[in-house]
């Protein structure tokens, strides 16, 4: 049974950068055929892809937030990192990590809880 | 690349069916069999419920099913059941090399 877990500072002042890790376990990010990903969900409101990686380290974001995100992997730790810069008020969210099963097609099938952040001073 | 469209909320009454459509264009449902169904309830992470159009995932109830016709996806639900009531999303893969959600449905079990 693959299992993820956020972790991060739950508070971020505006213009700073949010930096979250997802941890997973029963499973090697190693392992081909998954995109590993970060996706957000606005108080109240829907679901926001951000993007994902490979294990290659090959990236794909979401255009409207790309100049701003960077995701990375750390497979000796079994981890994958987001780094959102200068973040604002409309950053506020919940994080979601998360496995694509599908080749990167958009099947996440393992989530993680979630982590709220909030921007704010 | 603009969310995908989906009623605000939909509802019924246990025992019916019904469904939920997610309407998109010709660079992303339209292109793809490479549409998501999701099933949140409050405070909860999403729960794959069906992916690649059609496919369920194991352990998902056969009482759920996806279909596509041209730019629109739809996700039925039959013999609807009180624990059925949460959100649902879907998403899609675009011409982009992006991922796209829509704005989600509220199922209420009446």
């Known amino acids: 049974q693959v299992q993820l877990q956020e972790s991060g500072p739950g508070l971020v002042k505006p213009s700073q950068t949010l930096s979250l890790t997802c941890s997973v376990a029963?499973?090697?990010?190693?392992?081909?055929?998954?995109?590993w990903s970060w996706i957000r969900q606005h108080p109240g409101k829907g679901l926001e892809w951000i993007g994902y990686?490979?294990?290659?380290?090959?990236?794909y974001y979401n255009a409207p937030l790309q100049s701003r995100v960077t995701i990375t992997v750390d497979t000796s730790k079994n981890q994958f990192s987001l780094r959102l810069s200068s973040v604002t008020a409309a950053d506020t969210a919940v994080y979601y990590c998360?496995?694509?099963?599908?080749?990167?097609?958009?099947?996440?099938?393992?989530w993680g809880q979630g982590t709220l952040v909030t921007v704010s001073s | 690349q603009s969310a995908l469209t989906q009623p605000a909320s939909v509802s019924g009454s246990p025992g019916q069916s019904i469904s939920i459509s997610c309407t998109g264009t010709?660079?992303?449902?339209?292109?793809?069999?490479?549409v998501s169904w999701y099933q949140q309830h409050p405070g909860k992470a999403p729960k794959l419920m069906i992916s690649?159009?059609?496919n369920r995932p194991s352990g998902v109830s056969n009482r759920f099913s996806g279909s596509k016709s041209g730019n629109t996806a739809s996700l039925t639900i039959s013999g609807l059941q009180a624990e059925d009531e949460a959100d649902y999303y879907c998403?899609?893969?675009?011409?982009?090399?992006?991922?796209?959600f829509g704005g989600g449905t509220k199922l209420t079990v009446l």
């Open positions: 998360a496995r694509d099963q599908g080749d990167g097609y958009g099947s996440f099938d393992y």
């Open positions: 029963g499973g090697s990010i190693n392992r081909g055929g998954y995109y």
């Open positions: 990686i490979y294990h290659s380290g090959t990236t």
């Open positions: 010709s660079s992303d449902i339209g292109s793809y069999n490479y």
């Open positions: 690649d159009v059609s």
């Open positions: 998403n899609s893969y675009t011409s982009s090399t992006s991922l796209v």
